[in-house]
């Protein structure tokens, strides 16, 4: 299955940059939206997301080196980076439990299979593993049409 160049130009390099630029982002826009204010207190929010994209910008940029750097000398292994990104999905899937109903938590892991078969090649069997992605996709679909859902209640006077 040939994929679309923008598919092929994705590398984890990419991905990481990408998320703490997303990162960097939200902290900047934050601290900015402390100090650009007006008169009224309202925030100048062009001012402030004009900075702080480039500042995020110019910190992934200049700080590309030393971070490869830094988890260079790390060692950490493909396995264990495995293993780790597991872990991690598994402990937000344990912390928005609250938040979600199961029904979204069995569809969410079936589209991150799907998504994992289509874009890495962590797997060997790529079809079954795309095939029990569908599964659960379907069965959390199923789950959720299959709940009750509250009726909005209006009064009218």
């Known amino acids: 299955m040939a994929l679309p160049y ?12 990408g998320v703490f630029f997303l990162i960097f982002l939200a902290f900047i826009s934050y601290g900015l939206s402390k100090v650009f204010r007006d008169r009224n207190g309202n925030v100048n929010k062009i001012t402030v997301g004009v900075i702080s994209i480039g500042v995020s910008f110019l910190i992934i940029y200049f700080g590309r080196n030393t971070f490869y750097q830094l988890i260079g000398n790390l060692r950490i292994s493909d396995t264990l980076l495995y293993i780790l990104s597991i872990a991690a999905v598994l402990i937000l899937l344990y912390l928005f439990r609250k938040k979600l109903r199961i029904c979204w938590i069995i569809a969410l892991i079936g589209i991150g299979l799907i998504l994992i078969v289509s874009l890495t090649d962590w797997v060997y069997q790529e079809v079954l593993v795309f095939i029990i992605g569908l599964v659960l996709l379907i069965w959390g679909g199923w789950m959720c049409s299959k709940e009750k859902i509250p009726k909005l209640k209006v009064k009218l006077r």
């Open 6 to 17: 923008f598919f092929s130009i994705i590398n984890p390099e990419i991905v990481v940059m």
